[in-house]
């Protein structure tokens, strides 16, 4: 049960401040359905940990099997819907302009789906592609020859998720947005996150603002935090964020 009197304590400073920061992770897309990065794996990837899946050397080592991996599971978000977390951000911002900055790690688009505008998507999206190697004049996307994963029929290149695998670097200017609204933030609102990745868990430690964590469960961050909300992102943010 989340503690009231936290409740009305982050209400209140949300109100009173003009610049809120929400980081979220895969736990705010929990309620629509999508599993998170801890989840156990299903199906052919049970046996499969998502850090190993989720880097280049695999997709090289197995561009099937990674390839296939992302096409399940840009099915199975392309079926859910946002929930009311997602949809509740997307009602603050838009009744107080300017006030929220939205930075998240994933990949399921959901929070653009809710209406959120200007999202900052750390990780990328798991519905675009690019080719895995520099592209050559031969390779051109709308006319990839279909396999799994697509391919360059004139030079072998291979299409491959547009989304940042472990190791790589993030795109520059979204990190760096996040960063200078971190650092200048009253208030940063931590949701659905376990705080294991980085550098995206590292704006939880250099924000200024007071740290609120919204988890049912303890995460990696939660040294970090001035207050910590432990209860659902569908329940807790529509209280925290449209209740008076
Ligand atoms: C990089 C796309 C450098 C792919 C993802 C220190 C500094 C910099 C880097 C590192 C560092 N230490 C280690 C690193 C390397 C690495 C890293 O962080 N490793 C960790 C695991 C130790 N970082 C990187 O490799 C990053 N790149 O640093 O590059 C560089 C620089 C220049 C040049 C070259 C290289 C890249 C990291 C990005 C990886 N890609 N996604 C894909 O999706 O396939 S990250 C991936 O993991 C997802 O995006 C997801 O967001 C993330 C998992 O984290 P969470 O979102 O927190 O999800 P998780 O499942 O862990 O937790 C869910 C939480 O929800 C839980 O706490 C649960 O309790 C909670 N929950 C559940 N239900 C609910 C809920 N909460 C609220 N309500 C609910 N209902």
């Excluded at 989840?39 to 190993?52: H, I, R, S, V, Y």
């Excluded at 895995?132 to 360059?152: F, I, Q, R």
């Amino acid at each position: 049960m989340i503690d009231e009197s936290s409740l009305r304590a982050v209400r209140g400073h949300l109100r009173a401040t003009s610049r809120i920061v929400v980081l979220t992770g895969a736990g705010i897309s929990a309620e629509s359905g999508v599993p998170t990065f801890r989840d156990a794996q299903t199906g052919l990837w049970a046996k499969f940990d998502p850090q190993q899946l989720a880097t280049e050397e695999a997709f090289r080592a197995n561009p099937r099997m990674v390839w296939d991996w992302y096409v399940f599971r840009r099915e199975l978000i392309g079926k859910v819907s946002p929930n009311a977390g997602h949809r509740a951000l997307a009602e603050f911002a838009s009744r107080h302009p300017g006030r929220l900055t939205l930075v998240t790690q994933n990949v399921d688009g959901l929070h653009q789906k809710a209406g959120s505008e200007g999202v900052l998507a750390l990780h990328g999206n798991i519905f675009d592609d690019q080719w895995l190697d520099t592209p050559k004049p031969c390779c051109n996307a709308d006319a990839a020859a279909a396999g799994s994963p697509p391919y360059c029929d004139r030079c072998g290149n291979l299409m491959r998720p547009g989304v940042v695998w472990f190791g790589e670097a993030l795109p520059m200017r979204a990190l760096d947005a996040a960063q200078v609204a971190a650092r200048a933030c009253d208030l940063m609102l931590v949701v659905g996150t376990s705080g294991a990745v980085y550098p995206a868990a590292g704006l939880a430690r250099t924000t200024a603002g007071q740290v609120v964590i919204i988890n049912p469960e303890p995460t990696e961050l939660d040294d970090a935090a001035d207050i910590v909300l432990r209860g659902k992102a569908a329940q807790v943010l529509p209280q925290l964020l449209l209740e008076e």
